[in-house]
Structures are given as C-alpha cells and as structure tokens.
C-alpha cells in the first residue's frame, strides 16, 4: 500500500450517511457504480449537463440526443437498485457551456452575461446541497482532464464552502478522479498527486453490476472501448515492474480522495497549461483553464448563491 493510500472513513457507507454525488455529465457515474452500491437509502445524485455535447459529432439533434443520454442514465442508476426519486438532471446544455467558455476568454459585456449564467447555474447546485444537507459531498476531481469536469468541481466547491458557513459545520468533500492526459491516466490520480486516496475493492457481485450498468450506455460504447484498450496496455506494462494488473483488477477498484484544504483554484492541476484538457476545442479554439474556466472561479468566489 502506498503511503498516500490509506483506509477510508468507515461511516461514509453508514445507512444513516447522507451522501450526495455531483456529476457533470452522463456516465461520469460508472467510475463509481461500486461506491454508488454502498451508499445508504439517504444518497442524491445530481447531474449538471444534460449531455448533448457530442450530438453534433454525430449527427443527432441536441435535445433529443441530451434526452437519449438522460434516459440511459436513468437505466444505469436503476440496474445499481437506486431508485428514481434520488437523482436529478440540472439540465446546463453543453453545447451553451462551450460557446460561454469561448465568450469568457474574449471578455466585454458578452463575458458578463456568461458570468452570470454560471453564477445562475452555481445557485442550482447550491440549492441541491442546501436543500439536501448532506454529510459528505462527492464530485468529480480537479485534475485538468476535461473543462466540464473542472467547473462542476467548482462549482460544488463553492456552492459547499457557502452552505458550511451557513450551517456551522464542515462536512467531509470528496473527489474522484476520471481521466488526464486525454485518457492516458484513466480513473486514479496521477502517480505525482500528494493528496490522500482511498480504495475499495468490488465484490464479484459488484463488480458484475458495474459491467451490466456501463452497458445500459450503448452511445458511450467508443469511449469505452477506449478506455478498455488503455487498461489493458497499463496492465502489459506495469507487469515490467513485477505488478500484476488486469482489466477486472483495474476497474474493480475505485479510488477517491478528500479534497485538499489547501487546494489553489487559481490556477491548473498541471503545471503546464497544454496538459489541462489536451484535444479539448471548440469551434476551432483550444480550451485551456487559465483562460475559459478560471475567470469563472474568479468571478463566482466574489459572489453568494441566492
């Protein structure tokens, strides 16, 4: 065990734990489906985008494609056994996501309003966890993989701080890792992360489910693929160091961590701005963080959710 990996906090998987899960997009949950089992009857899921993005890349209307890709989700949370009442889209179109990040970096009274489109969808998630009370607040990891990935984590994290202090008590924040380096580091923190990591390992039980509820994803079946072949090549070479991985060794463990406190949302996970969301454009522009998604951190910590 390394020393940065140690045992989780057993009273996350309490029955009586109210966890909640903030997602950007769907099947950003399938990292997680072991995790999701173990959850007590008192969990919400929350789902920021509706998932359209990818409806002009394949020639599919975006609302009818965002309602595919919502329904898909719905089949996956359910073959996990959660039921129906415990999840909810926030429905932020992607497509509108990417043309605001492009309207921020060329700033003027455009990058205004698209602050406050953020700011109106940061009250959305703050009202989820206000309304919810949670105990422990998971979401995606501040890792620079992919630009969507980065806002919901900051926008959760925000919208978290403000309930805190509202409240009077902190509540254990909790991010999980998907990818960086385009998919080169899939679902674990990268080898140079100094922060601390929890594991579970699936049962064979769990595991099966997992594998049934990524196939309620047929439109996510390429990604998948991909994400298979990349396993599958870390397992050829980490066995040159004597360790022994395979495709069910790999994604029957899960790995999370609690956020820093120490975390400088300023700037990029990666040193240098070309790793942040390699092969990331939009409209034939580069997406980076220190010019589309920080100034929105900038803005939005000046400001209270109502």
Known sequence: MSPRTVPFPPYIFDKNTRNMMVFAHQDDE?????????????????????GDGLAPFVGEDPKTYAETRKKETDNAMST?????????????????????????????????ERFDYFYELGCKVYHQVKDFNPDIVWTLAFQGGQPEHDLTHLLTALALKQFEQESGRKRLFIQIPEYEYIILVPLRFNPFYR???????????????????????????????????VINSLGKILSLFGKKVNFRSYLGREQFGPVPASIDYSKSFHFFECANYINEKHKGEKITYRRHIAPIWENLRKRRFE
Request: negative net charge.
């Open 195 to 229: 922060g601390t990591r929890h594991n579970i390992d699936l049962s064979d039980e769990e595991f099966a489910l997992k594998i049934k509820m990524a196939r309620t994803y047929p439109s996510q079946d390429e990604l998948l693929e991909k994400f298979q072949s």
């Open 30 to 50: 399938l990292p997680s489906a072991g995790v999701i089992q173990r959850l007590g009857p008192d969990s919400r899921f929350i789902w920021v985008t509706n």
């Open 80 to 112: 996990l056994g959660r039921k129906k009442e415990e999840w909810e889209c926030l429905d932020s179109s992607e497509i509108e996501n990417y043309d605001a990040f492009l309207d921020i970096r060329k700033g003027g009274a455009k990058a205004e």
